[in-house]
């Protein structure tokens, strides 16, 4: 026999009551600690912005010719506000001509690298992908390669690089379709994009092989080390065009990539189209892909490590992640390229500097990281 | 309103292997259909043709009269939820970022979830008594709160169809009882249920419905008292047992499936 008075915890109305004040306690105490992990993302955006800032008007002193901090301040003040000329016409040039396109295309590709890393990693479902990982970068290298080789001007050669950039990634794109009949998997596709890097970076060493030592070979070697100092408003301009179609649907989208790190069957009982979904972030990160190794040849690492430093610092959540990227991306490759320019007498070529910081980063990351919060 | 979930006749595999022949069911709002059956039975492959993944050879299924394979994703995701078995996604998201993407269907294609979507997700944890995993890593809790979480995620898409595939494995008892219970107020509020398990006495516990899936092909689909008898469980899946019941306070009796394990 079941014993009637053994009294049931959950239904005497004393205890439920006092649960119900208790419940309802956490659930404030909740909503304030999520409002303040809002609040510590927005600054720490707020954060990064604020060093972009700071880098962006050191920039300006870093390098040979010395103009000192105070006087590039009072020539953008002075240019915004008519105020009267106290600078010299070399002074001028250095900031506007020589050094504000060099800033200005860093924070740029640094940007497109590190939101096309991040758009890459989040698609892949996979932290470790960067966004050379479906061709871009070794097809943009042969296209370079290959104008080089043909005795094509600078537009020539950018142009080039970025057709075969996205060419690269439309044939393993397409390639994966077909093996998968249709139905082309994230891994198939990892697969495919392998194979075409394979082959496009055995393509460079054939144009490699086939320059002229003297002067052909040293140029496409050179150019594949990637380096912002020829950079002119012409190409920023030019950037800007894939920049934008790149940059702005990635942006616009970012809330729903989270749903695409899910399993395709989720992502698409969630109400995702997940193919044209798909299909329309590996058309933008390619294009910022592509468009950053024509402007400035091959950087590497950046679009890898700067979506982690992003996740560390902001969480995984692409609504912040995004911008994050953005942001950090942008100060990253700033400071990256004036030491490359300033650091020595001569110009380091910044693909090899990004790698150089860029590894033993990854690794302080990997030991430092708080693993819960990141991997 | 009753909304209905038809499944007509349908065969349908993977490639050139069909895997299910000639299924019909019927689910509506308010019903709990079990699906039981042996391992590799296509239970799976029957959830992904009515989720649009695997376009049926022959046969349709129909949602309301429409073709599911016509509806765009986001549609079907108003009606049909889908609870997927306890994963590990690639990054640790949020228990609560997780649970607001059930939201996706009613979310415009850039905009992110609004104050009222936020709401509707924390009413789902509130409603599954799991609020306090809400600022948890979704990556670092248990397998059982992983599959609560899943369960709210789809109530936060509030759905008028759930399917669920084998809600209750990696599940300890405890919240086993639980999620069953889950189900059964889910299907209280109108909604239509269609789950997989691995136990007959789920079926007997909350199903109104049952589907007993045989390895040739076949299909039973009854009142669980019809369906759920030695007999069948013996053909389904090859091993003895006895159905016997017991009695709950309120007079109600419960059936229940011992398996006789062979002595030799």
Same mark, same amino acid.
């Given at each position: 026999?079941?014993?009637t008075?053994?009294?049931?915890?959950?239904?005497?109305?004393?205890?439920y009551?006092?649960?119900?004040? &208790?419940d309802?306690?956490?659930?404030? !105490?909740?909503?304030e600690?999520?409002?303040e992990?809002r609040? /510590?993302t927005?600054i720490?955006? *707020?954060?990064?912005?604020?060093i972009?800032?700071?880098?962006?008007?050191?920039?300006?002193?870093?390098g040979?010719?010395?103009?000192?901090?105070?006087?590039?301040?009072?020539?953008?003040?002075a240019k915004?506000?008519?105020?009267?000329?106290?600078?010299? &016409?070399e #002074?001028?040039?250095?900031?506007?001509?020589i050094?504000?396109?060099?800033?200005?295309?860093?924070?740029?590709?640094?940007?497109?690298?590190?939101?096309?890393?991040a758009?890459?990693?989040?698609i892949?479902k996979n932290p470790?992908?960067s966004?050379?990982i479906?061709?871009?970068?070794a097809?943009?290298?042969?296209?370079?390669a290959?104008a080089?080789?043909?005795d094509?001007?600078?537009?020539?050669?950018?142009?080039?690089?970025?057709v075969?950039g *996205?060419?690269?990634?439309?044939?393993?794109?397409l390639i994966?379709s077909?093996v998968g !009949?249709? @139905?082309?998997?994230?891994?198939?596709?990892?697969l495919? $994009?392998?194979?075409?890097?394979?082959l496009?970076?055995?393509?460079?060493?054939?144009t490699?092989?086939?320059?002229d030592p003297?002067?052909k070979?040293?140029?496409?070697?050179?150019?594949l080390m990637?380096?912002?100092?020829?950079?002119?408003? =012409?190409?920023?301009?030019?950037?800007?065009?894939p920049f934008?179609?790149?940059?702005?649907?990635?942006?616009l989208?970012?809330?729903r990539?989270?749903?695409l790190?899910?399993?395709?069957?989720?992502?698409?009982?969630?109400g995702?189209?997940? /193919?044209?979904?798909?299909?329309?972030i &590996?058309?933008?990160?390619?294009?910022?892909?592509?468009?950053?190794?024509?402007?400035a040849g091959? &950087?590497?690492?950046? $679009?890898?490590?700067?979506p982690?430093?992003?996740r560390i610092?902001?969480?995984?959540?692409?609504?912040d992640?995004?911008?994050?990227?953005?942001?950090?991306?942008?100060?990253y490759? *700033?400071?990256v390229?004036?030491?490359a !320019?300033?650091?020595?007498?001569?110009e380091i070529?910044?693909?090899?500097?990004?790698?150089?910081?860029?590894?033993?980063?990854?690794?302080?990351?990997?030991?430092?990281?708080?693993?819960?919060?990141?991997? | 309103?009753?909304? /209905?979930?038809?499944?007509?006749?349908i065969?349908?595999?993977?490639?050139?292997?069909?895997?299910?022949h000639?299924?019909?069911l019927?689910?509506?709002?308010g019903?709990?259909m079990?699906l039981?059956?042996?391992n590799?039975?296509?239970?799976t492959?029957?959830f992904k043709?009515?989720?649009?993944?695997? @376009?049926?050879?022959e046969?349709?299924?129909?949602?309301?009269?429409?073709?599911?394979?016509?509806?765009? =994703?986001?549609?079907r995701a #108003?009606?049909?939820?889908?609870?997927?078995?306890?994963h590990?996604?690639?990054?640790?998201?949020?228990?609560?970022?997780?649970?607001?993407?059930?939201?996706?269907?009613?979310?415009?294609?850039?905009?992110?979830p609004?104050?009222i979507?936020l709401?509707i997700?924390?009413?789902?944890l509130a409603d599954?008594?799991?609020?306090?995993?809400? =600022?948890?890593?979704?990556?670092?809790?248990?397998g059982?709160?992983? #599959?609560?979480?899943?369960?709210a995620?789809?109530?936060?898409?509030?759905?008028?169809?759930?399917?669920?595939?084998?809600?209750t494995?990696?599940?300890?008892?405890g919240?086993q009882?639980?999620?069953?219970?889950e189900?059964?107020?889910l299907?209280?509020?109108?909604?239509?249920?269609?789950?997989?398990?691995?136990f007959?006495d789920?079926a007997?516990?909350?199903?109104? #419905?049952?589907?007993?899936?045989?390895?040739?092909?076949?299909?039973?689909?009854?009142?669980v008292d019809d369906?759920?008898?030695e007999?069948?469980?013996r053909l389904a899946?090859?091993?003895?047992?006895?159905?016997?019941?017991?009695?709950?306070?309120?007079?109600?009796?419960?059936?229940?499936?011992?398996?006789?394990?062979?002595l030799?």
């Open positions: 026999m079941e014993s008075e053994k009294p049931d915890i959950k239904t005497t109305p004393a205890v009551a006092k649960l119900n004040v &208790i309802s306690y956490e659930e404030e !105490r909740d909503d600690e999520e409002e992990k609040d /510590k927005k720490i955006i *707020l954060v990064s912005l604020l972009l800032i700071v880098v962006f008007f050191v920039s300006f002193v870093l040979r010719y010395s103009v000192s901090i105070k006087q590039v301040g009072y020539i953008f003040a915004l506000f008519n105020l009267p000329q106290t600078w010299t &016409i #002074q001028e040039i250095v900031v506007f001509q050094r504000l396109p060099r800033i200005l295309s860093a924070i740029l590709i640094g940007a497109a690298l590190s939101i096309s890393g758009a890459y990693q989040g892949f470790m992908v966004p050379d479906l061709g871009a970068s097809g943009a290298g042969f296209g370079a290959v080089i080789l043909l094509y001007n600078v537009f020539g050669i950018q142009l080039f690089a970025f075969f *996205l060419m690269a990634v439309g044939l393993a794109y994966s077909i !009949r249709g @139905n082309s998997s994230i891994l198939l596709l990892v495919t $994009g392998m194979v075409v890097s394979a496009f970076q055995a393509l460079i060493s054939v490699k092989y086939a320059a003297n002067d070979l040293p140029a496409i070697t050179f150019w990637g380096g912002l100092s020829s950079i002119t408003y =012409n190409d920023i301009a030019m950037f800007l065009v934008i179609i790149g940059a702005v649907p990635i942006i989208l970012k809330w990539l989270n749903v790190s899910f399993s395709e069957e989720e992502a698409k009982a969630l995702i189209n997940t /193919k044209k979904l798909r299909l329309v &590996i058309f933008c990160a390619t294009l910022l892909a592509a468009g950053s190794v024509a402007l091959i &950087i590497g690492w950046v $679009g890898l490590i700067i982690h430093l992003a610092l902001v969480g995984p959540n692409h609504k992640l995004i911008p994050a990227s953005l942001i950090m991306g942008a100060t490759l *700033l400071f390229d004036d030491i !320019r300033a650091a020595l007498s001569m070529p910044i693909g090899i500097l990004t790698a150089i910081i860029g590894a033993p980063f990854f690794l302080f990351m990997l030991l430092k990281g708080k693993k819960g919060a990141w991997l | 309103m009753v909304i /209905k979930l038809e499944i007509r006749n065969t349908c595999g993977y490639g050139s292997t069909n895997i299910l000639h299924i019909s019927i689910i509506e709002t019903q709990i079990c039981l059956g042996p590799g039975v296509g239970k492959t029957l043709s009515i989720l649009g993944s695997i @376009n049926p050879v046969g349709s299924v129909l949602l309301d009269g429409k073709d599911v394979s016509r509806l765009t =994703n986001k549609y #108003q009606v049909i939820a889908y609870v997927p078995q306890a590990t996604p690639a990054f640790p998201f949020k228990v609560f970022d997780v649970v607001v993407m059930g939201r996706t269907a009613h979310i415009g294609i850039f905009a992110s609004s104050k979507d709401e997700s924390k009413d789902a599954l008594h799991i609020s306090h995993l809400k =600022n948890k890593i979704y990556t670092e809790i248990s059982g709160e992983r #599959q609560l979480v899943l369960i995620r789809a109530l936060a898409q509030q759905p008028k169809l759930l399917i669920m595939d084998e809600p494995s990696n599940l300890d008892f919240n009882v639980r999620v069953l219970e189900v059964q107020k299907s209280g509020k109108g909604i239509g249920v269609l789950m997989t398990s691995h007959p789920h007997f516990l909350c199903s109104t #419905q049952v589907g007993l899936m045989h390895r040739n092909g076949d299909i039973i689909i009854g009142e369906v759920v008898t007999e069948n469980l899946y090859g091993v003895e047992v006895k159905i016997t019941s017991v009695q709950r306070e309120d007079g109600q009796r419960i059936k229940t499936c011992v398996p006789m394990l062979s030799s």
